[in-house]
């Protein structure tokens, strides 16, 4: 199975800020990579597929990068719509493997 | 619009069985791989299985559901179903029905609400 590994789990932040999560792949998935952000309560929803590629009416302040195993999310000003929990995904291969998320909390 | 809309979860004793539906609209239904994803309380997300569409039938499980779990889909009916038998207290989660980005791939572009599944006696 294909480890993925988030850092950091939780990360304090302000209205305006630069924030970077970060993923990890056990091994190299090219590309294959999802960005998802959950809210308590409600569903995962896709914020970037293809490690970089923007979903439509996602806000353009998103952005990720990385290819192979090393692998980014952006934000890059913060705003009171994005404190959340942000997941990475693989789809490469089964079985789909989750990060273990990050959590963006009010600084 | 898209939609899917998960019904059948409940409250199960151990050792019990469960079916889960999943009513999908506003897209052609059978072209599109579909796929269930769990979430523990207070933890993150888990895949459980999945289905190819396009007329591939192919069907993958996480080991931990591997032998208990059963993925289907009617493509007359819209509808994707997980048969869960040998519940155990670890399978206590919110069940989300989610649809794949295309037949293959299980990048997930839309989520159900989600079904809650409480395994206790």
């Known amino acids: 199975d294909i480890q993925m590994t988030q850092s950091p789990s939780t990360l304090s932040a302000s209205v305006g800020d630069r924030v970077t999560i970060t993923c990890r792949a056990g091994q190299t998935i090219s590309t294959w990579l999802a960005w998802y952000q959950q809210k308590p309560g409600k569903a995962p929803n896709l914020l970037i597929q293809?490690?970089?590629s923007l979903e439509s009416g996602v806000p353009s302040r998103f952005s990720g990068s990385g290819s192979g195993t090393e692998f980014t999310l952006s934000i890059s000003s913060l705003q009171p719509d994005d404190f959340a929990t942000y997941y990475c995904q693989q789809y490469y291969t089964y079985p789909v493997t989750f990060g273990g998320g990050t959590e963006v909390e009010i600084k | 619009e898209v939609q899917l809309l998960e019904s059948g979860g409940g409250l199960v004793q151990p050792g019990g069985s469960l079916r889960l539906s999943c009513a999908a609209s506003g897209f052609t239904f059978s072209t599109y791989a579909m796929s269930w994803v769990r979430q523990a309380p207070g933890k993150g997300l888990e895949w459980v299985s999945s289905?190819?569409?396009?007329?591939?039938?192919?069907?993958f499980y996480a080991d931990s559901v591997k032998g208990r779990f059963t993925i289907s889909r009617d493509n007359s009916k819209n509808t994707l179903y997980l048969q869960m038998n040998s519940l155990g207290a670890e399978d206590t989660a919110v069940y989300y029905c989610a649809k794949g980005i295309d037949y293959i791939y299980q990048c997930i572009d839309v989520w159900g609400k989600g079904t809650t599944v409480t395994v206790s006696s």
């Open positions: 293809k490690a970089s």
């Open positions: 289905l190819r569409g396009g007329g591939d039938s192919s069907t």
